[in-house]
């Protein structure tokens, strides 16, 4: 009997019926005439060969060639020779079949790697989820499932793009298999002020603070559950103010029940302190609570322009439940991101009525990293929004909008998601010559656009029934019926959607061989490079009326995917080989963190870029321990605010529970390490780095390789502050300290 080792190396009888079904189908699809006739006739010519090879084999003892390709080759031979048009249609059917039985493999693979731990990419891809825990991987596991089907929606093209790393199609194990949206502007003042329904419940406008906080965080579970990117409550201060108000009426009210002398004062102390434990119940939910996807909910609060007693309270009350951490233990928590407007007239200067809370945030972020501030005035003239517009999660940000009455809207807006090209790539093709650079990157940016436009047609004939949060109980603003479609809340610019980019530094080396800051020739050219990506947004949002932005990738993950991918197919060229070798692509336009430079100069390079990237920016520096020089951080600020629009302090703040150091562990391959004892216990060593735009805490939740290595790159910008120059900046301070060791100082 005819045997024929099949795909798994088992051995099984032939089947000629299977030819034969094969080739007819082929033919009918071809509309050949006589497909029967066909197939009969292939299968026929198919069998006698393979039985003559195999005679064949046995006369010469050895192994059979009787396997599935063979038989495929024979099949498609036979029908090139007599129907070609036919065998372009059977060949393209066994090339899908093939795709597919790929996928199943891959995914089976993908898996297993996932469950045994061993793919290192799958279980480091967000630094936000622990892959050890149960709802983590079983998130993990949807992902892997998703992303393969999602390679379905794709066309041929972009998802090859995506695949070869010439661009990245941001989060497919959510979108665009199901039609998630990405991050938002909660409409918290709406759904407090109104009520609206969670589940059975029915949840009515708070009367107190207390309630307020504690619906508030509720509110934010819900949201992130039904979205996958972070969930922004936007000017918290202003929202919970008129129930501190609430408050401050009752506790008034028991005070001249009971007689309470300094009945005023009394209603005072007790109103704090309920906006206090408000805030930090707040917290600490936030801190503990996972989503629906098995991570912390990625939640940023925005607050600093209210002026009043009851919006001070709030601030003051954020700001120090932050500076006192979590537990008896003091440790800094990860979320909420905190985010501080400063404006001339409000707390900028001594003078202005809240300076004392921007000296409360200055304490703050040199022991907790937090708040990052955005410069109110720059803000505005970026975004035209009469008031400083809050970041959508980590940095993604909105221009102004007015709905059909004319009235301008903020809250309750949201993006639809990120396609990130890969600039790197582009400079390794163009070998140094700017024509073609353009060339490339005008093809990629078609792609790029098509790919989002997926993103818009995923969201069609979607129902507001699929996530009620946000589409029927006002966390986007609006209140629809459950059979409405959803895509009309996102035309005409209500929401946004970005064109991301990568490794603006690595453009530099690889086209000029010099570090953009060393050259006016490289730096006037990555400025073009920008300039031609924002105004291909422009057009598109004016073609489609859709919010198309440019948006500097926070790139967590794709540092490390980009430059992996581009090592695996470049490395053999030296000039290539020496830019990617250090395992990583540096954050959107950011100066590289190797690079010895001081905050104000850090500050002036990256100065230009987020007029341009409007849709997503963030400039951060990293400094030592500031905790007793909180005037020379303020200078750091103040030059900020003048210069870019968005801004972060990176300071020490990690912690061993061993020894009782205190300030910033090594960096290494492996992990980190306490400089003092040499503790690497997870359990007992707090370790606590920004993720780009959030922070996050690697011990715990290890990043990925690439990461990792541009972490243990990461150098201080030190500068000396002297009081006699104001802002100028002196030459580096005292002692240059290797990347990733404890501390040092800049001196006032």
């Given at each position: 009997?005819?045997?024929?080792?099949?795909?798994?190396?088992?051995?099984?009888?032939?089947?000629?019926?299977?030819?034969?079904?094969?080739c007819?189908?082929a033919?009918?699809?071809?509309?050949?005439?006589?497909?029967?006739?066909?197939?009969?006739?292939?299968?026929?010519?198919?069998?006698?060969?393979?039985?003559?090879?195999?005679?064949?084999?046995?006369?010469?003892?050895?192994?059979?060639?009787?396997?599935?390709?063979?038989?495929?080759?024979?099949?498609e031979?036979?029908?090139?020779?007599?129907?070609p048009?036919?065998?372009?249609?059977?060949?393209?059917?066994?090339?899908?079949?093939?795709?597919?039985?790929?996928?199943?493999?891959?995914?089976?693979?993908?898996?297993?790697?996932?469950?045994?731990?061993?793919?290192?990419?799958?279980?480091?891809?967000?630094?936000?989820?622990?892959?050890?825990?149960?709802?983590?991987?079983?998130?993990?596991?949807?992902?892997?499932?998703?992303?393969?089907?999602?390679?379905?929606?794709?066309?041929?093209?972009?998802?090859?793009?995506?695949?070869?790393?010439?661009?990245?199609?941001?989060?497919?194990?959510y979108?665009?298999?199901?039609?998630?949206?990405?991050?938002?502007?909660?409409?918290?003042?709406?759904?407090?002020?109104?009520?609206?329904?969670?589940?059975?419940?029915?949840?009515?406008?708070?009367?107190?603070?207390?309630?307020?906080?504690?619906?508030?965080?509720?509110?934010?579970?819900?949201?992130?559950?039904?979205?996958?990117?972070?969930?922004?409550?936007?000017?918290?201060?202003?929202?919970?103010?008129?129930?501190?108000?609430k408050?401050?009426?009752?506790?008034?009210?028991?005070?001249?029940?009971?007689?309470?002398?300094?009945?005023?004062?009394?209603?005072?102390?007790?109103?704090?302190?309920?906006?206090?434990?408000?805030?930090?119940?707040?917290?600490?939910?936030?801190?503990?609570?996972?989503?629906?996807?098995?991570?912390?909910?990625?939640?940023?609060?925005?607050?600093?322009?209210?002026?009043?007693?009851?919006?001070?309270?709030?601030?003051?009350?954020?700001?120090?439940?932050?500076?006192?951490?979590?537990?008896?233990?003091?440790?800094?928590?990860?979320?909420?991101?905190?985010?501080?407007?400063?404006?001339?007239?409000?707390?900028?200067?001594?003078?202005?009525?809240?300076?004392?809370?921007?000296?409360?945030?200055?304490?703050?972020?040199?022991?907790?990293?937090?708040?990052?501030?955005?410069?109110?005035?720059?803000?505005?003239?970026?975004?035209?929004s009469?008031?400083?517009v809050?970041?959508?999660?980590?940095?993604?940000?909105?221009?102004?909008?007015?709905?059909?009455?004319?009235?301008?809207?903020?809250?309750?807006?949201?993006?639809?998601?990120?396609?990130?090209?890969?600039?790197?790539?582009?400079?390794?093709?163009?070998?140094?010559?700017?024509?073609?650079?353009?060339e490339?990157?005008?093809?990629?940016?078609?792609?790029?656009?098509?790919?989002?436009?997926?993103?818009?047609?995923?969201?069609?004939?979607v129902?507001?029934?699929?996530?009620?949060?946000?589409?029927?109980?006002?966390?986007?603003?609006?209140?629809?019926?459950?059979?409405?479609?959803?895509?009309?809340?996102?035309?005409?610019?209500?929401?946004?959607?970005?064109?991301?980019?990568?490794?603006?530094h690595?453009?530099?080396?690889?086209?000029?061989?010099?570090?953009?800051?060393?050259?006016?020739?490289?730096?006037?050219?990555?400025?073009?490079?920008?300039?031609?990506?924002?105004?291909?947004?422009?057009?598109?949002?004016?073609?489609?009326?859709?919010?198309?932005?440019?948006?500097?990738?926070?790139?967590?993950?794709?540092?490390?995917?980009?430059?992996?991918?581009?090592?695996?197919?470049?490395?053999?060229?030296p000039?290539?080989?020496?830019?990617?070798?250090?395992?990583?692509?540096?954050?959107?336009?950011?100066?590289?963190?190797?690079?010895?430079?001081?905050?104000?100069?850090?500050?002036?390079?990256?100065?230009?870029?987020?007029?341009?990237?409007?849709?997503?920016?963030?400039?951060y520096?990293?400094?030592?321990?500031?905790?007793?020089?909180?005037?020379?951080?303020?200078?750091?600020?103040?030059?900020?605010?003048?210069?870019?629009?968005?801004?972060?302090?990176?300071?020490?703040?990690?912690?061993c529970?061993?020894?009782?150091?205190?300030?910033?562990?090594?960096?290494?391959?492996?992990?980190?390490?306490?400089?003092?004892?040499?503790?690497?216990?997870?359990?007992?060593?707090?370790?606590?780095?920004?993720?780009?735009?959030?922070?996050?805490?690697?011990?715990?939740?290890?990043?990925?390789?690439?990461?990792?290595?541009e972490?243990?790159?990461?150098?201080?910008?030190?500068?000396?502050?002297?009081?006699?120059?104001?802002?100028?900046?002196?030459?580096?301070?005292?002692?240059?300290?290797?990347?990733?060791?404890?501390?040092?100082?800049?001196?006032?």
């Amino acid at each position: 009997m005819l045997k024929v080792i099949k795909r798994d190396g088992a051995k099984a009888a032939f089947e000629a019926s299977k030819i034969y079904d094969a080739c007819r189908r082929a033919a009918t699809a071809a509309k050949y005439a006589e497909p029967e006739l066909l197939a009969e006739q292939i299968t026929t010519y198919v069998e006698n060969e393979c039985r003559r090879l195999n005679e064949a084999d046995l006369f010469n003892k050895t192994p059979s060639l009787l396997d599935i390709p063979t038989i495929q080759q024979l099949v498609e031979n036979a029908l090139m020779h007599d129907y070609p048009e036919v065998a372009r249609t059977y060949i393209q059917y066994r090339f899908e079949r093939d795709r597919i039985r790929a996928q199943g493999s891959e995914l089976h693979a993908k898996l297993m790697g996932l469950v045994n731990k061993t793919d290192i990419d799958a279980t480091t891809e967000n630094a936000n989820k622990d892959a050890n825990v149960f709802p983590v991987m079983r998130d993990l596991m949807a992902g892997i499932v998703s992303k393969q089907f999602a390679s379905t929606f794709l066309p041929k093209d972009i998802l090859e793009a995506h695949n070869s790393g010439d661009i990245h199609f941001h989060d497919l194990d959510y979108s665009p298999f199901l039609p998630f949206t990405n991050c938002c502007l909660v409409d918290l003042k709406g759904m407090l002020r109104d009520g609206f329904r969670l589940g059975n419940a029915k949840i009515e406008s708070p009367k107190s603070v207390g309630v307020a906080c504690a619906v508030t965080a509720q509110i934010i579970a819900q949201v992130a559950s039904h979205q996958y990117g972070g969930t922004t409550i936007p000017n918290i201060d202003q929202t919970l103010a008129p129930y501190v108000l609430k408050s401050y009426e009752k506790n008034l009210a028991v005070a001249h029940e009971y007689g309470i002398a300094e009945p005023e004062r009394y209603a005072k102390e007790r109103t704090e302190k309920e906006a206090y434990d408000g805030i930090q119940a707040c917290e600490y939910e936030i801190n503990t609570l996972f989503s629906s996807n098995g991570q912390q909910p990625f939640v940023t609060f925005s607050f600093g322009m209210g002026t009043s007693w009851a919006e001070r309270i709030i601030q003051q009350s954020i700001l120090r439940v932050r500076i006192k951490g979590l537990g008896k233990e003091g440790t800094t928590p990860v979320f909420p991101k905190l985010v501080f407007f400063i404006d001339e007239g409000i707390n900028l200067k001594p003078a202005d009525p809240n300076y004392d809370i921007k000296q409360l945030a200055l304490e703050c972020t040199s022991k907790r990293m937090y708040p990052d501030i955005i410069s109110a005035k720059l803000n505005r003239q970026i975004t035209g929004s009469s008031v400083p517009v809050s970041p959508m999660g980590c940095r993604s940000f909105l221009p102004a909008w007015r709905d059909e009455n004319g009235i301008e809207q903020l809250d309750g807006r949201n993006n639809l998601g990120v396609v990130s090209l890969n600039l790197p790539r582009i400079a390794i093709e163009a070998k140094g010559d700017q024509a073609h650079f353009a060339e490339i990157l005008q093809e990629r940016l078609q792609v790029c656009f098509r790919a989002l436009h997926l993103r818009i047609q995923r969201l069609e004939g979607v129902k507001a029934n699929v996530a009620p949060i946000l589409y029927m109980e006002g966390a986007f603003g609006i209140r629809l019926q459950a059979t409405d479609d959803i895509i009309n809340i996102f035309k005409n610019g209500r929401a946004s959607i970005s064109l991301g980019f990568i490794g603006l530094h690595e453009v530099s080396t690889l086209m000029f061989g010099a570090h953009p800051e060393q050259s006016a020739t490289a730096r006037e050219f990555l400025h073009g490079v920008i300039q031609t990506m924002s105004e291909a947004t422009k057009r598109w949002k004016a073609e489609t009326g859709f919010g198309y932005s440019l948006y500097s990738t926070p790139s967590e993950s794709l540092c490390h995917r980009f430059c992996k991918l581009d090592q695996q197919r470049f490395r053999t060229i030296p000039e290539v080989a020496e830019v990617i070798a250090k395992g990583y692509y540096t954050n959107s336009f950011h100066l590289d963190v190797q690079h010895k430079v001081n905050p104000f100069e850090k500050i002036d390079f990256e100065t230009g870029y987020a007029e341009l990237a409007t849709g997503g920016h963030i400039t951060y520096v990293e400094l030592p321990n500031m905790k007793h020089n909180l005037l020379a951080l303020e200078r750091i600020w103040d030059y900020a605010v003048e210069k870019v629009p968005y801004f972060g302090s990176n300071t020490p703040v990690d912690a061993c529970g061993q020894c009782g150091f205190m300030g910033e562990t090594l960096a290494t391959l492996e992990g980190f390490t306490c400089p003092d004892c040499g503790n690497t216990d997870s359990a007992t060593l707090s370790v606590t780095r920004r993720v780009c735009g959030y922070l996050g805490s690697p011990n715990a939740r290890p990043f990925n390789a690439g990461k990792q290595k541009e972490v243990m790159r990461r150098v201080k910008h030190y500068a000396q502050v002297q009081k006699n120059y104001g802002y100028k900046a002196a030459e580096l301070i005292k002692k240059e300290l290797q990347a990733n060791t404890q501390e040092s100082y800049v001196s006032v």
